[in-house]
């Protein structure tokens, strides 16, 4: 029977939070913060799955519609869409070592994780545009998440990854080797889902500051792009400190991250800004030369930094540090 352990990394987002949700392309990043994924194939077609985070089993049969209260239902979601190249069912441990809630994508994580053991385990052969998707209508569609595409597609790939989200999306690794950030987590309750839902209501109804806001961020991931891969440190920096004034306008900011992104600027970084959905969570700071710097601002802040590097994904098949099939 054949077994798979991967480690599966987090994301952050360099450019375009929350714009995928208007089907705008975005940058983001893998980084070397993993979730553990354990599985082998099982007879029958039962499934036990269980998360060392929570201490939890959840079992279900092959077919069965998901149990969406439950933690690991986007490994539920995402066996019900494969349900009819699953010739048996599996076995399936998970433990994150990316912080749960803080906006570093555990839930895509998860997902992709899922999809990529069941991959290796039962021969299925997706292509990582096919992995991201179906882990995007896993927890788009089957869970209801109000998400976009970036997550799940940062992910598959690794790297740093120019991403066209609308349908189809797709996704470019850049050619980046080296993203000398700092992630701070503002340690505060995240309200990711009340603030994405209210900036989707608003983006429905032809909000002019959501549509204006949109556009700038749009327009500073294009900048974004050339000045990645030009190696402009100065120029990533003031255009993420750019992004921060928009994701303020639209009420994603919370004065903890205004006072962390400050810090790291005053600290050294070329410049910073909140991450993902908003409303709490992470910040990230670009910061060539200036980690420990830019870290040490960030907790004398209150927040909880973590110096990161990238994630990148050996070949064509899902192996890479960390991540082995066996």
Known sequence: MISVNLSVPGRICLFGDKIDIAHKP????????????????????????????????????IGDEPDVSRPMKYVQAAAWLLRDRLPSGFRMEVESGIPIGAGL???????????????VIFGLELTRDEMAEVAYVAEHDVCGIS???????????????????????????????ALPVVIGDSAEPRQASEVLNRTRRRLHERDPVVLDAFEHLHQYTL???????????????????LSQVQEKRIGASTPTIER???ASVEAGAHGAKQMGAGGGGCMVAYCPGQQSEVAAAIEAEGGVPYVC???RWHGDRPAGPGARAE
């Open 223 to 241: 900048a974004g792009r050339e000045a990645l891969v030009t190696g402009d440190g100065p120029r990533v920096g003031e255009l993420m400190s």
């Open 147 to 177: 998400c976009g595409r970036m997550d799940q597609y940062a992910i598959a790939h690794g790297g740093v990854t120019f991403i066209t989200t609308g349908e189809p999306a797709s996704a470019e690794v850049l050619d980046i080797h």
């Open 309 to 311: 590097d990238i994630f």
């Open 260 to 262: 962390l992104c400050a």
């Open 26 to 61: 975005v940058i983001a990043a893998a980084i070397d913060m993993y979730m553990e994924v354990r599985a082998e194939g099982s007879d029958g077609r039962g499934v036990t799955l269980y998360s060392r985070d929570y201490d939890e089993t959840e079992r279900f049969e």
């Open 105 to 119: 994508s555990t839930s895509a994580a998860l997902t992709v994780g899922a999809i990529m053991a069941l991959d």
